[in-house]
Structure formats: structure tokens, C-alpha cells
């Protein structure tokens, strides 16, 4: 079993809807990452946490630790939101632990 | 501010070529990380360097070496390649190391080994 696991692996959704991808993990954490890479391949950090909410635009994060759980919100979807969201668990160490990814497609 | 600049963008090889394949940060960071992505697999961490100087290796070194030539460069190497590693190869940094710290990325070298 993957110490991150996502869900789902692919989601088609239309313009407008409002989008959950979820994200558990195994491992203790110091913090939760949420990361977005585009069609063109470049990755772009969205979000850290370690506890609670944190919004920026339509995008919402929230972990809650003794669940080991963090989902990612899209409210008011859009085409250019289309990407793909990697979920990475950032234990003490080095090192991210990352999930394999969510494929986003939002529709016009 | 171009953050992490990777370069080639993209290469093939043929097996048992080397090649390098460098990245620098403009942001004064003291960590930097290698990271190779796979379909259908998470990133994983090849070799990291904490701090300028040092060097360690990550989940899958096997068939790589890495050098941290300055602050801002840490360049990543294939002896001799082989089809297993083709791959989409991505370079981060961080201000320190730690799993609390944000990472950036730069946007990928996609290599091909025939």
C-alpha cells in the first residue's frame, strides 16, 4: 500500500462544478503539500499545510491530522484549471512522499 | 526571476551514451533535489544535496551520479544509459531542507534512451 494514496485517478468535471480530490496518507507529517502540473509538464507549488484551511482564489486546502486526510477544493471550475494535482506528505525529513496524482478535466 | 532553470528540455540517447543534465536556482536556496517521474508513479527522489557541499541519495540513485557545484547548480549524470532510465527528470530547490519546506520546481527534461 502506498504511503499516499489519492482519489480519484482521473476526474472530468464541467465548467462550473465544484471539485474534491482527496488525499490520505500513512506516514507522520510535518507538513501536506498540494501541487498542480500542467499540460507542458512544470510543476507549481499550491499549497502547504499543517493544520486546518488555507484558500487562494477558487482553490481551497484542508488536512485534518488525526485522520491523516487533506482534501483539495475548485470552486467554480474552469477549462484552465485542467491539470493534474499531486498530493505530497512532507514528513520530518528531506524528503516529499508523493502520490501518483489526480488527472483533471474540466470541460466548457 | 526565472526561479529553477533545467536544461536540455529534451534529449535522446542512444544506450550506454552519458549525458549531464543541469539545473540552477536564481533564489539562493540551500537545498536542491533531483527528482524522476514515471507514469503511473509518484516522484521519486533520485539524490539530494541539504546544503551547498553536500550530497546524499534519495529512493532510487542506482545508475546516477549528482554534483553540487556552487549554490546555485546541481547538475545530474548518466554514465551510461539505459532504457530504464527514460523518464521525465525534474530539479527543485528550498530554502532549507525538511519536508516543511515549499518546493520549486523547474519544468522537466524529458529524456528518451533508445
Known amino acids: 500500500k502506498n504511503e499516499v494514496e489519492q482519489s480519484p485517478q482521473n476526474l472530468t468535471a464541467q465548467e462550473g462544478e465544484f471539485i474534491t480530490i482527496n488525499c490520505s496518507y500513512s506516514v507522520g507529517i510535518s507538513a501536506l503539500h498540494w501541487l498542480q502540473q500542467h499540460p507542458g509538464g512544470g510543476i507549481v507549488s499550491l499549497f502547504m499545510?499543517?493544520?486546518g484551511k488555507k484558500k487562494h482564489g477558487r482553490l481551497i486546502a484542508t488536512i485534518n491530522i488525526q485522520e491523516k486526510h487533506s482534501s483539495l477544493h475548485i470552486t467554480a471550475s474552469h477549462p484552465r484549471d485542467s491539470a493534474v494535482y499531486i498530493c505530497?506528505?512532507?514528513?520530518?525529513?528531506?524528503?516529499?512522499?508523493f502520490g501518483t496524482g489526480t488527472r483533471l478535466k474540466v470541460l466548457a | 526571476n526565472a526561479g529553477v532553470t533545467q536544461t536540455p528540455k529534451f534529449q535522446v540517447l542512444k544506450t550506454g551514451q552519458s549525458m549531464t543534465l543541469q539545473c540552477a536556482q536564481d533564489m539562493n536556496h540551500n537545498s536542491m533535489y533531483w527528482y524522476r517521474q514515471d507514469p503511473g508513479m509518484g516522484l521519486r527522489l533520485i539524490y539530494y544535496s541539504a546544503s551547498e557541499g553536500t550530497t546524499d541519495k534519495g529512493e532510487v540513485p542506482n545508475g546516477y551520479n549528482v554534483s553540487r557545484l556552487n549554490k546555485r547548480e546541481f547538475s545530474l549524470r548518466l554514465e551510461s544509459a539505459a532504457p530504464s532510465q527514460t523518464s521525465v527528470y525534474f530539479c527543485?530547490?528550498?530554502?532549507?531542507?525538511?519536508?516543511?519546506?515549499?518546493?520549486?520546481f523547474g519544468d522537466g527534461t524529458r529524456l528518451s534512451i533508445l
Open positions: 499545510l499543517s493544520s
Open positions: 527543485a530547490s528550498s530554502e532549507l531542507p525538511g519536508g516543511n519546506q515549499p518546493q520549486h
Open positions: 505530497a506528505a512532507g514528513p520530518g525529513t528531506y524528503k516529499y512522499i
